[in-house]
């Protein structure tokens, strides 16, 4: 079984930075796309960005320029460094992934289990 364990959400005053991360574990043999989604109350689910396998990105307008969002592939993980934070970038963080394939399952898409993120003074 294939699971998405994430990292890294926390506290921090605006114009701070963290970084997320996001590996899948279970005997994976590739994934198409990894990336992050985010939901804040009251608010649907919206993407954050998201990156293929050959490292081509795509990006919410909201965090273009103060987001970046890499992968390492070796070790099934995707990462979000997210700097000149804003509290309107308060949510829950969700690790998303595509086309995952491991030893004799395919799963069309995985969410991770969500990990806050606050930023607030």
């Known amino acids: 079984q294939v699971q998405l364990v994430e990292s890294g959400g926390g506290a921090v005053q605006p114009g701070g930075s963290l970084r997320l991360s996001c590996a899948a574990a279970?005997?994976?043999?590739?994934?198409?796309?990894m990336g992050w989604y985010r939901q804040a109350p009251g608010i649907e689910r919206e993407l954050v960005a998201m990156?293929?396998?050959?490292?081509?990105?795509n990006y919410a307008d909201s965090v273009k320029g103060r987001f970046t969002i890499s992968r390492d592939n070796a070790k099934n993980t995707v990462y979000l460094q997210m700097n000149s934070l804003k509290p309107e970038d308060t949510a829950v963080y969700y690790c998303?992934?595509?086309?995952?394939?491991?030893?004799?399952?395919?799963?069309?898409?995985?969410w991770g289990q969500g990990t806050l993120v606050t930023v607030s003074s």
């Open positions: 998303n992934a595509r086309g995952v394939r491991s030893a004799g399952s395919w799963y069309s898409e995985l």
């Open positions: 279970g005997n994976i043999v590739s994934i198409n796309a």
């Open positions: 990156v293929t396998t050959f490292g081509m990105a």
